[in-house]
């Protein structure tokens, strides 16, 4: 009996586990927005266009959120005055501009 009640507390932890991670866009993770930011600086160095940047986000992201964070990224990389990144050097200097956001907005 003991080892049922165990496996069933254990299978709703999981599955609320589950039911968050889902929830949670890539708005939502800082690290998420580094590493679409580092696929897209590679899109851009190796000359794929914002346009078709902007065709491939579309296509993979379906949440509204998702699509305006990705869009946002694509934006800024691909901007005129924006200096050319490596993947790496890209996924970090996002990735660190959106924890001082989070850092800086008001608890919720």
């Known amino acids: ?4 009640a165990v496996t069933a507390l254990l299978a709703v932890c999981l ?3 589950a039911a968050q ?7 939502d993770q800082c690290f998420a927005i580094g ?5 897209v600086a590679s899109w851009r160095a190796h000359k794929k266009t ?8 579309a296509r ?13 990224v694509i934006e800024k990389i691909y901007s005129p ?3 050319h990144m490596t ?8 990735t660190s501009d959106c924890v001082n956001r989070q850092a800086q907005a008001p608890a919720k």
């Open 60 to 72: 993979y992201y379906r949440n509204a959120a998702d699509r305006q964070a990705v869009s946002a």
């Open 81 to 83: 005055d924006a200096p």
């Open 50 to 57: 914002k346009a078709q940047a902007l065709d491939q986000a």
């Open 1 to 4: 009996m003991k080892r049922v």
């Open 15 to 17: 599955a609320q586990t």
């Open 21 to 27: 991670a889902v929830a949670q866009t890539v708005s």
């Open 87 to 94: 993947p790496d050097q890209a996924s970090m200097a996002f």
């Open 35 to 39: 590493d679409i930011a580092g696929q």
